[in-house]
């Protein structure tokens, strides 16, 4: 544990050594995958989390260079030449993540009342922690709910699923899209970010990477259902997971299979069962505020459109696996079925739709800030 005292610029520098040679100790192929930020629940601080490919065998920190100076070595860890990256948030202001021949380094700049720095283990996974704790709460102002992006799905050579009298499914959710945007802007005040708003398609990977880039706070990914039983109906609204029916594999197959449309597709094999199982540990916390959203979404379909309620489920869906935020994929109807194809397809639809889903937000949204300010 490392203590500071009074309002300071903190400089946390974490040396992360490929010292060990590969092969020779158990867990050796480590790598860190990504840095990430969340704040504490308690509202006195951040968790700056190092992801790594499997688990560091040994580690340690020790002050460095004068009190504010900390350094924390990761032993057989070096950087992943993919590695992602994820903007800064108070009291982070800045930081540099580089490899300096076999090395890597994450030099983190702190700003604020910061009394306490350590670094730990993630019991749920093989991620490295390092705790920053503020002498009081953190200004709240930072962490408003303040950015909403939204997904809609397909889109381009991409199609998606075709209804009975060739309604298509990139244009019903590009529809719905644009009108729960305006709801957010017009009605909650919140900046809406779109992964498109055009007929153009968006490679899955990159819609939640650029979430992130674009500092949302939730991510909502809208598309339509499809079945060879064309009675099939009623709404499903998704969080990242590991498919429980059959039924929720089916959906996630469908939707994942349109990275046949991308021109480099081995970013997704690294995508296997072991890795969903260490995104769900990692991703806990998104994942309690994701399930939440996604039960009132489908409460507010059944209660206030009318429409069957086929309930909340988890699969691995491609497009939510880089948001670092809660992220939800909603299925707003089967296509497939006439009926319902042509009522998402209406203007008086794509209404009811949006709306459904801005009331839930909206929710989402005073919960969310309730819970920063208790």
Same mark, same amino acid.
């Given at each position: 544990? /490392? /203590?500071?005292?009074g309002?300071?610029?903190?400089v ?5 050594l ?10 050796a192929g480590a790598?860190?995958t990504?840095?990430?930020?969340a ?7 951040l ?7 499997s ?5 340690s920190d020790?002050p460095?260079?004068?009190q504010?100076?900390?350094?924390v070595?990761l032993?057989?860890?070096?950087l992943?030449?993919?590695h992602?990256t994820?903007?800064?948030i108070h ?10 021949g076999? /090395?890597t380094s ?7 009342d910061v009394m ?7 019991a749920?996974s093989?991620?490295?922690l ?6 009081v709460p953190?200004?709240?102002?930072r ?7 939204i ?5 381009g050579q ?15 959710v590009l ?5 729960l945007? %305006?709801y ?5 005040g ?12 968006v490679?899955?990977?990159?819609r ?9 706070k939730l991510?909502? %990914?809208?598309h ?8 099939a109906?009623g709404?499903?609204?998704?969080f990242?997971?590991? /498919?429980?029916?059959?039924?929720a ?13 991308e021109?480099d597709?081995?970013?997704y094999?690294q995508?296997?069962p072991?890795d969903?199982?260490r ?6 916390a998104?994942?309690r505020?994701s ?5 009132e979404i489908? %409460?507010q379909?059944?209660d206030?459109?009318?429409r069957?309620?086929?309930?909340v489920k988890?699969?691995?869906?491609y497009v939510?696996?880089?948001a ?8 707003l ?6 009926a319902?194809?042509?009522f998402m397809?209406s203007?008086?639809g794509?209404?009811y739709?949006?709306?459904a ?8 949204k005073? %919960?969310y800030?309730?819970?920063?300010h208790?």
């Amino acid at each position: 544990m /490392h /203590h500071l005292n009074g309002n300071s610029r903190l400089v946390l520098t974490a040396c992360v050594l490929a010292a060990l040679v590969s092969g020779l100790v158990p867990g050796a192929g480590a790598q860190v995958t990504r840095i990430s930020f969340a704040e504490r629940s308690d509202g006195r601080g951040l968790v700056v989390r190092l992801h790594t490919a499997s688990r560091v065998q040994a580690f340690s920190d020790a002050p460095a260079g004068g009190q504010q100076a900390f350094e924390v070595t990761l032993f057989n860890t070096p950087l992943d030449p993919t590695h992602e990256t994820t903007p800064p948030i108070h009291p982070v202001t800045s930081y540099q993540l580089q490899e300096h021949g076999g /090395h890597t380094s994450l030099r983190i700049d702190v700003d604020g009342d910061v009394m306490d720095v350590r670094s730990y283990r993630d019991a749920r996974s093989t991620d490295i922690l390092i705790g920053i704790q503020t002498r009081v709460p953190m200004d709240t102002g930072r962490w408003v709910f303040d950015t909403v992006v939204i997904d809609p799905g397909h889109g381009g050579q991409d199609h998606g699923a075709l209804g009975p009298r060739g309604e298509r499914e990139k244009d019903i959710v590009l529809a719905v899209s644009m009108k729960l945007g %305006s709801y957010l802007e017009d009605l909650l005040g919140v900046d809406v970010i779109y992964t498109r708003t055009n007929d153009t398609f968006v490679p899955l990977n990159e819609r939640g990477r650029f979430a992130n880039q674009a500092g949302g706070k939730l991510f909502v %990914s809208l598309h339509a259902n499809s079945a060879p039983d064309r009675r099939a109906q009623g709404t499903e609204t998704f969080f990242v997971g590991m /498919h429980k029916s059959d039924a929720a594999r089916r959906v996630m197959e469908r939707e994942n299979e349109v990275i046949r449309f991308e021109e480099d597709t081995s970013v997704y094999e690294q995508f296997s069962p072991d890795d969903l199982v260490r995104l769900q540990l990692t991703q806990s916390a998104y994942m309690r505020h994701s399930e939440a959203l996604a039960a009132e979404i489908q %409460s507010q379909f059944r209660d206030r459109v009318g429409r069957r309620n086929r309930g909340v489920k988890q699969a691995g869906f491609y497009v939510l696996w880089s948001a670092s935020m809660p992220a939800v994929l909603v299925e707003l109807g089967f296509i497939s079925n006439p009926a319902e194809a042509r009522f998402m397809a209406s203007d008086e639809g794509q209404t009811y739709l949006a709306s459904a889903i801005f009331r839930s937000i909206r929710a989402f949204k005073q %919960s969310y800030e309730k819970g920063l300010h208790d």
